[in-house]
């Protein structure tokens, strides 16, 4: 079996015509893994029994013939901050190390309703805080196309395992560009949904209104099907919304589209070869029949700062949770001994169990949210996000999508940027307005500088999925044939 060679419809059509059962295909995917993993790392945990029982199951309604569904067979890796019943929801950290899911998130019911074959959990960035998967409280991830190179952060052990063909798609989370940064340093698709789209329930939590699940696959058409299984309303989480089908969001021609350049996406400061392959993507479009505007979104230069300060006070709320006491990694069990002083309880157990990172975002949060800062940070922030999404309310009157680098920047080396924070959180210049906004966007790869894989962003108006998917598919097409 080629398993680089699979998508979803081709899994769909081998299994029909019994070219091969669903228990092969696992135990060739996970036999793969097994081999391969050692020097890539994208998996925290395997299921190997779980996902046996799932291929079985779907074989044993192929000899009824029984109708499949949409995602029967198809084998996929979930990232580890996302709850699947019965197996190790880690986080990347210490202080969930030993934490069991006990229920499903929805996004995974949906998708085992689907049929798929959960093979496990990906690594990443700890609590979803990083951009190149180094991170991680166990080990780092290594970029299938460079080993030299990181994958992103946070979903890059998600993105990892769909580029060294471990799976056919992934789930990843996107708090400030979490899917799409991973996606485009890995050479494959990921999608940030609408906030709202796609259920939370069962996402262990960074920054709430910002987070939400996406899939990252190998082509966008797969990239369609699976966000059509998680996509809708929950009644376990109030901020998801139910997405209607409207006819007039597809395109039918590009002639009829026009596309929005941000200026302010387009500086001094990005790696050359970038800007080349990005222009490059621009001028097919433009080739193709589509009307290039250029636009300005004009408080972007605050977007980052802005982001930061949202995104680490609400997760010094968040994560207030793990104190040592209720579950995960306690000093009291650690150390096997009686401890009278509860602030004791509190600081060891955290000290010891959150990294650096963690830490450090949790004193920057707490001190934005404290008594006499509030009104100077936090408020401050959360006013200059409502200009953001001023900014792109006011751009889609004039355009209908926006293009947009993913990533200022190739992959860059492992260990390169670790010891500089700042540095690192620049890695999310261009995708962190995007959540802020509460936006869909799109990564697809659009072109190699050596080995290492440049992405273009698909901006689109909320719960315009549908036109993002179909502009991906247009470059797609044009560059395969």
Known sequence: MKLEDFTIEKIKEGLLKKEFSATELTKAYLEKIEKEDKKIRAFLTLSPEIALKQAKEIDERIFLKKELPSLAGVPCAIKDNIL?????????????????????ATVIRKLKEAGVVILGKTNLDEFAMGSSNENSAFFTTKNPLDLEKVPGGSSGGSAAAVAANFCVFALGSDTGGSIRQPASFCGIVGLKPTYGAVSRYGLIAFASSLDQIGPMTK?????????????????????????????????R??????????????????????????KKAIKKYEEMGAKILEISLPHTPYALACYYIIATSEASANLARYDGIKYGFSIIKNEQRTIDNLLEVYFKSRG??????????????????????????YLRAARVRSLIIKDFEEAFKKVDLILAPTSPTLPFKLGEKIDDPLKMYLSDVFTVSVNLAGLPAISIPVGKVGNLSVGLQIIGKPFEEEKIFDLATFYELSTSN
Do not use: H, W
């Not at 966008?220 to 089908?245: N, P, Q």
């Open 219 to 251: 082509n966008v058409r797969d990239c369609k099907a699976v966000f059509e299984v998680i996509r809708g309303k929950d009644e376990m989480d109030s901020t998801s919304l139910e997405m209607k089908e409207v006819n007039n969001l597809r395109i």
């Open 352 to 377: 010891q169990g959150f990294g650096e990172e963690v830490r450090r975002r949790i004193m920057l949060g707490t001190f934005s949210l404290s008594i006499g800062y509030y009104d100077a940070y």
């Open 84 to 104: 699947v019943e019965g197996i190790k929801c880690t986080a990347g950290s210490k202080i969930l190390e030993n934490y069991i899911a006990p229920y499903d």
């Open 253 to 278: 021609s590009l002639e009829e589209i026009k596309i929005g350049l941000p200026k302010e996406y387009f500086l001094e400061g990005m790696d050359p070869e970038v800007e080349e392959k990005i």
